[in-house]
């Protein structure tokens, strides 16, 4: 069994320094507004989900036209679009101003993981105490809740993130074809924790589980070591959709998409 040891001293320059090695060095130019060239289907379900799949293509003036159940997500220069249907739409040509997509990106990139990403209550103006649930901070963190294939930007910034670190745990890196376990703690108030390579070998396919002190249940995780970083939020997302990195995907458009009716069309 491997043991790697915290080291406090160190962690703050983790936070501080991890996006230069990661998304921020990849996305930023999506920041710009410049990344994306045409319109990338991210996600789509329902009747013509084949017809949209995730990954697809779509140039500016394109007529997409959706049954009733219809859900696309599209990303484009403005952020992303969520197409509801029944209904025909026009790409390219909403006549929206800039969205917010891009300082919520800027956020996403410039957060790595301190005050905004805590667990605990927290107290509205006549709401009362309610539990704000952390989001991971950077495409590129490693959620240790999160299983399935997980696509590595820089083998070297690999770190593993914790979205409960109100107090201290540890987690244990199973390599499954021989059981070797790596373990590794996180002292309290700090969610991150760099990937422990040398006892834990990272390659495509390689595949380890993940089972953390403070995690319901353990996740298993299958590595795609990507040939070389995106240069662009285009091309991040279409790595991600053809890789099979569910989970990064998922939180690259939830970043995107604040949810709110200024970016979702209804038919």
């Keep these: 069994m491997h043991s790697v040891e915290h080291k406090t001293a160190k962690s703050g320059k983790l936070v501080r320094n991890m996006g230069k090695a990661a998304l921020g060095a990849i996305l930023l130019i999506g920041v710009s507004g410049a990344a994306v060239a045409q319109n990338m289907v991210v996600r789509s379900t329902g009747p013509s989900a084949k017809s949209y799949p995730a990954g697809k293509k779509l140039a500016n003036g394109t007529k997409v036209t959706l049954k009733d159940l219809d859900r696309v997500t599209i990303l484009g220069k403005s952020g992303t679009r969520v197409l509801k249907g029944p209904g025909t739409f026009s790409l390219g040509n909403s006549a929206r101003a800039q969205s917010s997509s891009s300082t919520r990106l800027a956020s996403f990139i410039n957060n790595r993981g301190s005050s905004r990403a805590r667990t605990g209550a927290v107290r509205s103006t006549g709401v009362g105490v309610t539990n704000v649930a952390p989001k991971n901070p950077n495409l590129w963190f490693l959620d240790v809740t999160k299983g399935g294939k997980f696509c590595v930007a820089d083998a070297e910034a690999l770190v593993l993130w914790r979205p409960d670190y109100t107090g201290s745990a540890t987690a244990s890196i199973v390599e499954p074809a021989n059981g070797t376990v790596t373990e590794v703690a996180w002292r309290k108030g700090n969610p991150l924790k760099r990937w422990p390579r040398a006892e834990a070998p990272l390659e495509n ?16 995780v ?12 285009d091309d991040a997302a279409a790595a991600l959709i053809a890789n099979g990195c569910q989970s990064q995907l998922d939180l690259l458009v939830e970043t995107l998409d604040d949810g709110s009716s200024d970016n979702q069309d209804a038919g």
């Design 205 to 220: 396919g390689a595949s380890y589980r993940l089972i953390g002190s403070n995690v319901e249940k353990s996740v298993e």
């Design 222 to 233: 299958n590595f795609v070591m990507l040939n070389e970083a995106p240069q662009n939020l």
